[in-house]
């Protein structure tokens, strides 16, 4: 079988990943820096993407791109996401601005500490410069100000 047509292999890597990351926090006392890539790879799959659209373009995908982190339908997602160190009363406070504006949606999202995602929220560009662009810290209730991707909001409430 080839590796475009195994079923839901990224999302069998990333459970993978995820348990060796907890294992190595168990163990280490911090986890490895896993949070971009799962967050990148969730926030793809939210969106719509399959696993074969989200690696079609590995190749020329890299952890220091600038700007934006995958493309889908001709829109670039730039995913900002937090998970938190897991010690007792230690919750996220602080959300990693974007440094630029080339992307058209950014995408943040928010874990518990093992990596299961507990929601997810999308702003464009024009309206996340306009509410963070001179702001010096956001936080989470910030980026609560965006749409709901996840989980999934009530098809009668309103954003």
């Given amino acids: 079988m080839s590796k475009a047509s195994e079923p839901n292999k990224a999302t069998e890597l990333r459970s993978q990943l995820v348990e060796v990351a907890l294992q190595w926090q168990d163990r280490f006392g911090v986890a490895p820096a896993i949070t971009s890539a799962i967050s990148e790879l969730d926030a793809a799959l939210l969106i719509g993407m399959t696993d074969d659209e989200y690696c079609s373009d590995c190749a020329e995908r890299t952890a220091v791109r600038e700007g934006w982190d995958f493309k889908f339908r001709e829109c670039r997602y730039q995913v900002k996401a937090n998970r938190p160190s897991g010690r007792t009363g230690s919750p996220v406070t602080l959300v990693a601005k974007a440094h630029n504006y080339d992307?058209?949606?950014?995408?943040?999202?928010?874990?518990?500490?093992?990596?299961?995602?507990?929601?997810?929220?999308?702003?464009?560009?024009?309206?996340?410069?306009?509410?963070?662009?001179?702001?010096?810290?956001?936080?989470?209730k910030d980026m609560r100000r965006g749409r709901p991707l996840f989980p999934a909001p009530h098809p009668d409430s309103t954003p």
């Avoid at 995602?117 to 662009?133: G, M, S």
């Fill in 103 to 140: 992307w058209d949606k950014l995408i943040w999202m928010l874990y518990d500490r093992n990596y299961g995602l507990q929601e997810a929220w999308e702003w464009n560009v024009d309206e996340y410069r306009k509410a963070f662009e001179s702001v010096p810290r956001v936080r989470p």
